[in-house]
């Protein structure tokens, strides 16, 4: 699915250059690292949500490992809270 016409960047593009931008990631340096920039600004939204969304599953992802190691008795003592 596309996210942007202007620029031609699909959801798994976008969603590609989310994960490769690092922890604090912004749209500005989204477009950035895909070599090009908002024009109308319609998908501005869309891209948002799609770092959100990963950043959460990134969240899941940790505390199922924190509850992984926890539950076979190798994590580090921190309690898990989910
Ligand atoms: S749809 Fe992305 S800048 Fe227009």
Do not use: W
């Amino acid at each position: 699915m596309y996210v942007c016409i202007c620029n031609g960047l699909t959801e798994k593009r976008v969603l590609a250059a989310a994960r490769e931008t690092g922890e604090r990631r912004s749209v500005g340096a989204l477009y950035k690292k895909m070599g090009c920039k908002p024009q109308c600004g319609m998908c501005l939204t869309h891209a948002k949500t799609i770092i959100k969304q990963d950043d959460y599953a990134a969240k899941i992802r940790d505390k199922a490992e924190d509850c992984v190691e926890a539950a076979m008795g190798f994590g580090h003592g921190a309690p898990v809270s989910l």
